[in-house]
């Protein structure tokens, strides 16, 4: 009975992992260009910046709420430092007084302004009580509203070589993008798994109170933790915005979704307290393989968002069953 106990919780705790490789066995004999490397490439640069949204999403499921504002934050962004970088030969005709401004200044300048829609969203939930969701759906049509108002509903096409090398770019056979990709998982395993902040988002994701007890200072970290995850929408909108090289006011529409979904199946509990980097790395690269696999095998797109919704709602019974039986 012990043994059969012991199995059942190796198997949940590494059913994620055993779903990725049951997928990736399929799709290699279902398609011949599946398990190859350029393929692999496409897949790791196409998630790479889903991926990033991913990691800081997590942050706020596991704190018990949820940022809905990521795509909008994504194409705020993208406006804001592609308009700072266009070529000088096309804005001159447009706007013949535009300074030049350099690209790494431009990132910043976009990735402090992204940063502060989360800083927003953070002091709503943690000081006035409003619930995330509201927050952030609120948010979310602001950013999404300021976009459209910079732009004009336009693109803003023709960005200037040094800035589109960021995200086009690589070292070695390495791309860029996915380089970025792997620090920012890097920075979020360090995060939730050796400092006191990692900590205390599993301790409010558990019980909001009892950490408020223990001594946490909640509202501080509910800030930090919705800032983390408008820091790391912003990254992402830099990097596709480079990759695009065109900005885009709709740039980040329904990736929010793709960004919770991949926590969802990677284990991160919407009851918050629960999830691991491993797992939302699993849940990432589950949703780009599906993707690319089902394109592959020439499956409809539109039939891919029901499987997609589809999964994502397994992945949740799947999470409360298992939940309900630790309980």
């Known amino acids: 009975m012990n043994k059969e106990n012991g199995f059942m919780k190796l198997a949940n705790k590494y059913a994620i992992f055993f779903i990725l490789l049951v997928m990736i066995f399929a799709l290699s004999f279902l398609s011949p260009y599946f398990l190859t490397g350029q393929n692999l490439i496409n897949v790791l640069?196409?998630?790479?910046?889903?991926?990033?949204?991913?990691?800081?999403?997590?942050f706020t499921i596991m704190s018990k709420g949820i940022d809905l504002s990521v795509g909008s934050v994504v194409s705020l962004v993208s406006v804001i430092v592609a308009s700072m970088v266009q070529d000088p030969t096309y804005t001159a005709r447009i706007f013949p007084n535009m300074p030049y401004v350099p690209a790494i200044v431009a990132v910043i300048v976009g990735l402090v302004v992204g940063t502060l829609v989360g800083v927003i969203n953070g002091m709503l939930i943690a000081y006035t009580g409003i619930p995330p969701f509201i927050a952030t759906l609120g948010t979310q049509i602001i950013a999404r509203g300021i976009a459209l108002?910079?732009?004009?509903?336009?693109?803003?096409?023709?960005?200037?070589?040094?800035?589109?090398?960021?995200?086009?770019?690589?070292?070695?056979?390495?791309?860029?993008?996915?380089?970025?990709?792997?620090?920012?998982?890097?920075?979020a395993y360090v995060l939730l798994n050796h400092t006191k902040f990692g900590k205390n988002v599993y301790a409010i994701g558990g019980n909001v109170n009892a950490a408020r007890t223990s001594g946490i200072k909640v509202e501080k970290n509910l800030v930090a933790i919705y800032a983390f995850s408008a820091f790391c929408a912003?990254?992402?909108?830099?990097?596709?915005?480079?990759?695009?090289?065109?900005?885009?006011?709709?740039?980040?529409?329904?990736?929010?979704?793709?960004?919770?979904?991949?926590?969802?199946?990677?284990?991160?509990?919407?009851?918050?307290?629960?999830?691991?980097?491993?797992?939302?790395?699993?849940?990432?690269?589950?949703?780009?393989?599906?993707?690319?696999?089902?394109?592959?095998?020439?499956?409809?797109?539109?039939?891919?968002?029901?499987?997609?919704?589809?999964?994502?709602?397994?992945?949740?019974?799947?999470?409360?069953?298992?939940?309900?039986?630790?309980?």
């Open 234 to 327: 912003s990254l992402a909108g830099v990097l596709i915005t480079s990759r695009a090289a065109s900005g885009i006011a709709t740039l980040g529409n329904g990736y929010e979704t793709d960004a919770i979904a991949a926590a969802t199946i990677g284990g991160v509990s919407h009851a918050g307290g629960i999830g691991t980097v491993p797992g939302i790395l699993a849940g990432i690269l589950i949703l780009g393989i599906l993707n690319n696999g089902l394109l592959l095998l020439g499956i409809s797109p539109y039939l891919q968002q029901i499987i997609k919704g589809c999964i994502i709602i397994g992945a949740v019974v799947f999470d409360m069953r298992k939940n309900a039986k630790k309980r």
């Open 149 to 187: 108002i910079i732009t004009n509903a336009y693109p803003v096409p023709m960005l200037r070589q040094d800035f589109k090398d960021i995200g086009q770019g690589s070292i070695g056979v390495i791309p860029n993008v996915v380089i970025v990709f792997a620090v920012i998982a890097i920075l």
């Open 45 to 58: 640069i196409t998630e790479s910046g889903r991926g990033i949204l991913a990691l800081g999403v997590a």
